[in-house]
Structure formats: C-alpha cells, structure tokens
Nanobody, 130 residues
Framework: QVQLVESGGGSVQAGGSLRLSCVAS??????????WAWFRQAPGKEREAVAG????????YYADSVKGRFTISQDNAENTLYLQMNSLKPEDTAMYYC?????????????????????WGQGTQVTVSS
C-alpha cells in the first residue's frame, strides 16, 4: 500500500513562493513507474488538477491557471514529488493534495481526472493573502 505525505504548505503574501513536497512510501518499485499529479480544492469548489507527470516522467502538464508559475518535478531517488509555486495569487488558496496511480497515464485529458488516482495524501493548506 502506497502512503503519501505532503508538506510545505503555509501562508504567504501575493507574489510569494512555496514549494510543496510529497513523500511516497510503501511502494515496491521506484516512483518513476507511477503517474503523479497535484490537485487542489478550495472551500465550496470542486477538486481540480493543477499539474501532472505521466508514468516514466517526461512531459509535464499544467492547468491553464498555473501555467508559467508552477513547476512539478520528481526525485526518484528520494521518492518525492514536488510542486514549486511562484508568483502566488489569492486565488491559489486551497488545500493541495498529491495523488498517484500505478495505471500509466500519458495525456492531460486523463491525468487531470481525480477518479483515476488510487493513492492520495492528506493535503497541505496553502493560503495566499493580497
């Protein structure tokens, strides 16, 4: 069973930066073989995907709302997924979750669907003030 633990959230002013981390444990193989994504959910809103890495790494995908500001990456040796968030805006305020699945997904069309992920972290809160 894969366990995911996020960290790195906090409160920042608009224009600031944060880096979220998601450490995976309990997976027999390298996280290289998992499909990864970061989701977020603001109060009263649906959970939305903000970034994803397909199985085996390579091309990364982003929601239009964060493109150019957020960067998703993974460190296979450390079993860790990251989300570097720059130029943060108040509308980025949300609970952020990392998610993973052993099912190979290579298209943003599929990567952005929360129902496709089996493993979820507990979430880390990001609050951006204006």
């Amino acid at each position: 069973q894969v366990q995911l633990v996020e960290s790195g959230g906090g409160s920042v002013q608009a224009g600031g930066s944060l880096r979220l981390s998601c450490v995976a444990s309990g997976y027999t193989y390298s996280i290289y073989y998992l499909t990864w994504a970061w989701f977020r959910q603001a109060p009263g809103k649906e959970r939305e995907a903000v970034a994803g890495i397909p199985t085996g790494g390579g091309t990364t995908y982003y929601a239009d709302s964060v493109k150019g500001r957020f960067t998703i990456s993974q460190d296979n040796a450390e079993n860790t997924l990251y989300l570097q968030m720059n130029s943060l805006k108040p509308e980025d305020t949300a609970m952020y979750y990392c998610a993973a699945t052993g099912v190979p997904l290579r298209s943003w069309l599929f990567l952005r669907e929360a129902s496709r992920y089996k493993y979820w972290g507990q979430g880390t809160q990001v609050t951006v003030s204006s």
